[in-house]
């Protein structure tokens, strides 16, 4: 078992608000439990929800550390007691429920995954949240198959780069919506059948005039509010909508009878409060499925820039510009 410090450097904030109130701060340790491993941080990648915690809208599940950070790549130092699958300098990646934002955290080992072949770990911090949202929602919950067509909003999000590569690796036509010509650009190089500028463009009507009025078979929406009604609009007959973030506020009014004259599917899920049985599973077809289209080069982690761990502010300031494409990943002195 490798020693560790009785102390490490993390990321944290005293109350709520903005970029500027993430600091460094000494917090002790943390040891690895029964089913867990201690990871030895190099990268860890910035989500949405990181930000939302940081502004105090999204409090971590009880009894998680308050350390934002939902995903890491680094390699074990030691494990606790019933791990028998990782050992003491696996380089991994690893879907953690809280505490990336650290030179340590623990992981329960079913979250964690090899580092594919190619990718520094930069890259490999960028791979969990999305790719385990993404899988979980749009094929196991949605069933998106080969054949149909495929719409995520937010195409250059860290989850829209992922579902756009995903989708059109397994054989669905893509849609993503986004704010720039620019970012048309960028989704079309990962594989977008069509990108669709909303300060522009109506959604609604370029989708129904590219598919004949017909629509497409899944969406993945980010952004509820009045992007609700509109996705039952341009859903085909009996299409299915996941909702897993509401951006733009819950919708006020929306038209039922459209769902039930589609025969819609409109589900959702969170994903951070599930169980590790659950996240496991996740991480099992993860493997099998996606693992080697990332390791053949098929599909790949967007990166947008990289931060030192210490300017955790800095990063989220461009997270909330939302002028990034692709994911935003910090740096510590290990993945330096």
Request: proline share 7%.
């Amino acid at each position: 078992m490798t020693e560790t410090p009785r102390m490490m450097t993390a990321i944290g904030f005293e109350s709520p608000g903005g970029p500027d109130v993430l600091v460094p701060m000494e917090r002790p340790t943390p040891s690895a439990r029964a089913g867990e491993v201690l990871i030895e941080v190099a990268a860890a990648g910035v989500n949405r929800p990181d930000v939302l915690q940081r502004t105090g809208s999204y409090p971590p599940p009880k009894g998680v550390t308050d350390i934002p950070g939902l995903e890491v790549a680094g390699r074990v130092v030691s494990t606790g007691p019933g791990v028998s699958g990782l050992v003491p300098g696996d380089a991994v990646c690893a879907l953690v429920p809280g505490g990336g934002y650290a030179d340590y955290v623990t992981a329960p080992e079913g979250s964690v995954l090899p580092v594919p072949a190619g990718l520094s770990m930069a890259e490999a911090a960028a791979l969990p949240e999305t790719f385990f949202t993404v899988w979980t929602n749009v094929f196991d919950r949605v069933g998106l198959t080969s054949g149909e067509r495929f719409l995520v909003h937010g195409g250059t999000s860290g989850i829209g780069t992922t579902a756009i590569q995903l989708a059109r690796a397994f054989g669905a036509e893509v849609f993503t919506t986004v704010g720039s010509e620019e970012k048309a650009q960028a989704v079309r190089a990962l594989g977008a059948d069509h990108a669709i500028n909303y300060n522009t463009t109506d959604f609604v009507e370029a989708i129904l005039a590219a598919t004949g009025g017909e629509g497409v078979h899944v969406i993945l929406d980010m952004v509820g509010g009045d992007y609700v009604e509109r996705n039952w609009k341009v859903a085909a007959v009996e299409g299915r909508i996941c909702q897993i973030a509401t951006l733009n506020g819950v919708a006020e009014q929306v038209n039922f009878s459209r769902l039930m004259v589609k025969r819609l599917t409109h589900t959702g899920s969170t994903l951070r409060p599930r169980d590790a049985a659950f996240k496991a599973a996740i991480a099992a077809s993860l493997r099998e499925k996606v693992w080697p289209l990332i390791e053949a080069g098929t599909v790949r982690p967007v990166m947008d820039s990289t931060f030192p761990l210490r300017e955790a502010a800095a990063a989220h300031a461009r997270m909330e510009s939302s002028g990034h494409i692709g994911k935003i990943v910090l740096l510590t002195d290990r993945g330096a």
